[in-house]
């Protein structure tokens, strides 16, 4: 082997090493850094059930389906990423907007810092672990949370459908038979899927709710028996619920949308529920940088959190008056007391407003803003999280369980030991 | 002269019953308490632990409503959750709803899965402009109900008297009155909408702006309205410093809308209750031979009357033990697989005035293997023949021990 074979054969060597080394980073537990925006690749995906919600500390618990038997699964607890995203009915939502019951589907990395997470930090092989008739990966410790939606909201960022293919309606309990393709291709993107519906089963069509006897009686579905639906295009709320006839997993449908402008309608009610709610809120944001000026000026860059309405990013504007207010990794305000989130703002002007090109992550919007202010408060530090009003948002008080409060707030308050989750091991 | 001392002498006897109305009360366990005696109150609701029946309520009270911690309730095993004019589970309650609440002291405080406190403490005032009421001691539930059920029971209906609209959000005034014109005894109430607010009309859903297009609503401005509607009631923050307002979520303009919704509702429970069973307490165990055992027993009320009917004499049925939470106890193997079995004997129908709680319906079950957990006022859940047999997702069955039944109140958020 001469000089250039050995230093091709090195090369080779390290190429494959490379590769292997990325091969298997792809399927590594990934833990985000701190003050940066992981991108979804690297996440871990899943799906399940949401079973419960502490929604003012931004977290729940939820069934995974671990390809075992769902029923004896237990709840596993999750919290969402300052700039975790929750989408529902194909809109920016809340945690308190999405149904107990509905099932989700998730991207989720290891905790960025463990010592102050919120929910309880697992070893992190767990995901590989069988966890006895409830199945494998059903408790990760990939636990925090960069995206949380419902069916229908994955459907619509991966440009999917549903298609049905099947009814039988039986007085013992129907089932409806799907398959999900992609929007502009025949493929199926997996095998085809045996749903359970109802009486209570919301079936949209245009602006109308229709029920399952209004389907029955217009003859678009049988009375009784089977009938073959002939690849009929809808979008599917997802849930679960106990399934009869020892059949160990299988999912609910509660709504069905027939047709383009049912689910317009849908997508745009929970878009403005969700704008009001950052109307009242403000915008989550990530400190980027503070230069500090004299007696308490300083100018603080920040980035603003992904996932929002455009309109909502649109009010920021190079010139206008705004407020920013320290905020927890839960995105709670820091309140100091009952003297509200707005009297304890640093107040400035926004003397910079830009959109960076080389956004990667769906956590930042991409969008950063500098905001010049005569005093600013602690809490504004590069790394920390901090909520911004633009002026022209409405001035409202949150609720006590959503702000934190000064001299009586203790760390344990700040992130609740994992015994607030019932243990039922 | 005359008139007025009688007048008088009438207060005077009326106050001292008024005052013993408000009386705290404690549910005495093994009977139904009477809804006369329950206090009152309203209150958006916040946090949900529907596995184990309970959750908290940001209360109304005299104050800063915002500045309220929420307040946890246990809903009693018999207590009733309605919504949209049916039976419901805590589970279907979206949270920011506003409930009405009927609520007495624990019946047994050793036992109560949220915390217990002062007696008193519904007169107290909260400091911190929070005022008084907010966190009564009676958080044991025994009808916790949303406005469109509240109302339907009550006989009531929404007269929408004036819209102030700019866009598609905006206010509305109006009172509860009865269904006939009679005058209310209700104040006026100011409430909020928006752009997500639903409007329902007959199989429609609309919304502000729709209505505002096909011209039932003006696009601006502040004007009279002449409406009678059924309306949904949660709370968010107010703008313009004002302490409380609720938020109109729904509004339902015609009777059809109001019957479809009240029908979807009823369905979902009418499934719920299939798979985890009619809810009763045991009245009586005449115990035979060789674990041999007649069991009297009393459901609790507030279900679809279908599935009272499912319950036949002469029907196979089975019966499980349940804590006052409704959790089966049977572990992992399913309440079909632990329960007692055998023929129902009898069905009657109590005479007589029924209590709200109880369906007035008594079964006699016989059975040739009694189980631990069917004693005299405790509580069971019964299958009649009939319902489908899934078996129960984790937290919905206990497996070990008492405080597996009754996590300590630290479940609750501290925030004060």
């Not at chain 1, 590069?382 to 000064?406: C, K, S, T």
């Amino acid at each position: 082997m001469n000089e250039l074979q050995r230093k091709k054969f090195f090369l080779t060597v390290g190429l494959i090493s490379l590769l292997c080394t990325l091969t298997v980073a792809a399927g590594e537990p990934f833990r985000p850094m701190e003050g940066e925006f992981p991108s979804l690749e690297q996440a871990h995906s899943y799906r399940g059930e949401l079973v419960f919600v502490d929604h003012a500390n931004r977290r729940g618990s939820i069934r995974i389906d671990g390809g075992g038997r769902f029923r004896f699964t237990i709840p596993s607890p999750f919290a969402m990423l300052p700039y975790g995203i929750v989408r529902y009915r194909g809109a920016p939502a809340d945690l308190r907007d999405i149904p107990l019951g509905t099932l989700l589907y998730v991207k989720a990395f290891l905790p960025p810092d463990p010592h102050v997470s919120s929910v309880p930090v697992l070893p992190v092989d767990n995901r590989l672990k069988k966890l006895g008739y409830a199945g494998t990966g059903v408790a990760p410790a990939e636990n925090h949370v960069l995206l949380l939606e419902d069916d229908l909201s994955h459907n619509l960022r991966l440009g999917l459908k549903w298609e049905l293919t099947e009814i039988n309606v039986t007085a013992k309990g129907s089932t409806l038979t799907a398959t999900r393709r992609t929007v502009n291709g025949s493929d199926a993107v997996d095998g085809s899927e045996t749903f359970s519906f109802d009486a209570a089963t919301r079936i949209w069509r245009g602006r109308e709710l229709l029920e399952l006897t209004d389907m029955i009686r217009n003859q678009t579905w049988p009375a009784s028996g089977q009938k073959v639906l002939d690849r009929q295009e809808v979008h599917l709320g997802i849930s679960w619920k106990p399934t009869p006839g020892a059949i160990f997993t299988r999912f609910h449908i509660v709504d069905i949308w027939l047709d383009g402008i049912s689910l317009t309608r849908a997508t745009r009610r929970q878009s403005e529920k969700h704008k009001d709610f950052i109307h009242g809120r403000w915008m989550p944001a990530k400190v980027d940088a503070v230069e500090y000026g004299k007696f308490g000026n300083a100018k603080v860059t920040a980035t603003l959190f992904g996932g929002m309405d455009e309109s909502l990013y649109a009010d920021f504007k190079n010139g206008s008056g705004a407020m920013m207010a320290a905020s927890e990794n839960t995105l709670k305000h820091w309140a100091s007391g009952t003297a509200g989130t707005a009297q304890m703002a640093s107040k400035g002007v926004l003397t910079m407003v830009q959109r960076k090109k080389d956004n990667t992550s769906i956590g930042s919007s991409g969008i950063q803003v500098t905001l010049e202010t005569d005093l600013v408060t602690e809490g504004f530090r590069p790394g920390r999280i901090v909520r911004i009003r633009p002026n022209n948002w409405p001035l409202v008080e949150v609720p006590r369980d959503e702000y934190l409060h000064d001299g009586r707030n203790t760390i344990n308050d700040r992130f609740p030991t994992p015994d607030i989750f019932p243990k039922y091991r | 002269m005359n008139g007025t001392t009688n007048f008088l002498t009438a207060v005077l006897l009326l106050l001292p019953s008024i005052s013993f109305a408000d009386e705290p009360f404690r549910p005495v366990p093994g009977v139904f308490a009477p809804m006369e005696k329950a206090h009152t109150y309203r209150g958006e609701l916040v946090f949900v632990d529907h596995a184990n029946r309970r959750g908290s309520i940001r209360v109304e009270g005299s104050g800063m409503f915002f500045r309220n911690s929420p307040h946890p309730f246990a809903m009693l095993p018999y207590g009733m959750i309605r919504r949209h004019g049916a039976p419901s589970d805590l589970r279907d309650i979206p949270l920011g709803t506003v409930m009405h609440v009927k609520a007495f002291l624990p019946p047994d405080p050793r036992t109560s899965p949220v915390p217990v406190l002062a007696v008193d403490n519904k007169s107290k005032d909260a400091n911190h402009n929070r005022g008084t009421g907010i966190f009564p001691a009676e958080n044991h539930l025994l009808l916790l109900e949303d406005e469109p059920s509240y109302c339907l029971r009550s006989g009531l209906v929404w007269n929408l008297k004036s819209l102030e609209i700019e866009g598609s959000q905006g206010k509305i005034t109006g009172v509860r009155s009865a269904k006939q014109q009679m005058p209310s005894s209700t104040p006026e109430e100011t409430m909020t909408f928006d752009a997500a607010t639903r409007i329902w009309r007959g199989r429609e859903l609309l919304s502000v702006a729709e209505l505002v297009d096909e011209g039932t609503w003006p696009s601006s401005g502040k004007h009279r309205l002449e409406l009678r509607v059924l309306i949904g009631i949660s709370w968010k923050p107010t703008p313009n410093g004002i302490f409380t307002r609720f938020h109109i979520s729904d509004i339902w303009l015609d009777g059809i809308a109001i019957r479809r919704a009240t029908k979807s509702q009823t369905a979902i429970h009418k499934e719920f209750i299939r798979s985890r069973w009619m809810p009763a307490w045991i009245d009586k165990v005449e115990y035979g031979k060789f674990g041999t055992a007649t069991v009297t027993a009393t459901l609790f009320g507030g279900m679809d009357a279908s599935l009272y009917a499912d319950f036949k004499k002469g029907a196979s049925a089975r019966m499980n033990s349940v804590t006052d939470t409704l959790k089966h106890n049977h572990g992992a193997y399913g309440p079909s697989h632990m329960a007692c079995r055998g023929p129902i004997l009898d069905v009657r129908k109590v005479t007589g005035a029924v209590p709200l709680g109880s369906s007035g319906i008594q079964i006699q079950l016989k059975t040739d293997l009694i189980t631990e957990g069917v004693r005299p006022g405790r509580i069971v859940r019964i299958w009649p023949g009939n319902w489908p047999t899934p078996n129960l997702p984790r937290e919905e069955y206990i497996k070990k021990g008492l405080l597996e039944r009754y996590p300590t109140p630290e479940i609750f958020p501290q925030f004060e």
